[in-house]
């Protein structure tokens, strides 16, 4: 048994003060007064020093295990060695569940990524599929960002899910002219960033992109049915606008990532979509790709949830800067990164809050001298994963 005492417990409903967190075995098993830790005298006890007693982080959109799988286009590493080298990087991040977003192209035209190869995505979604029946440090899930002119790949990704291995499904569509590129001239000089390629040779593959063959909608639904059926969350990707928000929840979606204006992302929550934005959009400072702001779509209160997109560092990040250079509240801030995601993929029963009954995943979150945030224990199914301990020179 474990007792997490001396620390602000970031709840379902506030951050509680004054309180201590019980973990028996892999769960919850109570939170109680401050006073009442001594009377538990076979208990091991974890001082959070004032610090905060938060959920661990749920990250339901990150292709960050591409990098780690194949850290330059000619080199492609052991998957298991991957995804276990990955998962200490997480882990020290706060993430304790990861859907890693894997990318069914028909062909990435911006950069040559192995991992994006059919064979090699399926080879990944294997061995994530077959680390539910091993050790790891945290909890990996799958989730199938899929691009709808890759026509070819679909019975594959039916196939994936018929046999449980997909745990959440998106539908992108990244061709030039709408969603993220809807303005040509970043589609443009998005592609130069990435390839020596001439004007020319940029107009044509625009008109191939534009004239490509995609899915049709019917298509899409009768997929997005199967999804359904076997509880797996439906999202949309890049929404532009309102009309097509329209279009995706007849389809069963309930999650819109990246909405491209504010105007799209307050429909989106209007309408009850759970709404993503990435994290280091908030770093940043705003969008890579001149879209919407996270911070802008914070403070209208059009997002619910929080991801890494590609770098973990940010959730942990992006919490604090939210709350003290935004204005935001906190205790929502936190619930970005936990209780919200976990309801959108559907896990909230048992993961994403600190609540009796629930899978024991807490981080204790003690701040520097300059404020910056150091996590210095995680927990994971009530085990203690990690403790860090930060020297003085």
Known sequence: MYIIHNGKIITEETIL???AV???GEIIQSIIPQETVSTYTNAQLIDARGGYISPGFIDIHSDYIETIASPRPTSMMDFNISLREAEKILI???ITTMFHSLSFYREDVFTHKPMRNPNNIQRMVDAIDATHKELHLIRHRMHARFEIDNVDEIDTLVKNMEDGKVHLLS???HTPGQGQYRNLEVYRETLKGYR???DDDVNVLIAER???EFLTSEKIKEVADIAISKGIAIASHDDDKIQKLELVKSFGTTISEFPITLEVAKKAKEIGLHTIVGAPNVLLGGSHSGNLSAAEAVANDCVDILCSDYYPAALLHAIFDLHEKHGNDLHKMFMMVSLNPAKAVKMDDELGSIKPGKKA???????MEDGYPMLTTTMVNGALITTTHYRIK
């Open 17 to 19: 003060e004054g309180y």
């Open 22 to 24: 019980v973990v028996e």
């Open 92 to 94: 020290s991040h706060g």
């Open 171 to 173: 539908f992108m569509d």
């Open 196 to 198: 020596d390629i001439s």
């Open 210 to 212: 534009q004239s490509t």
């Open 361 to 367: 995943d807490i981080l204790v979150i003690e701040r």
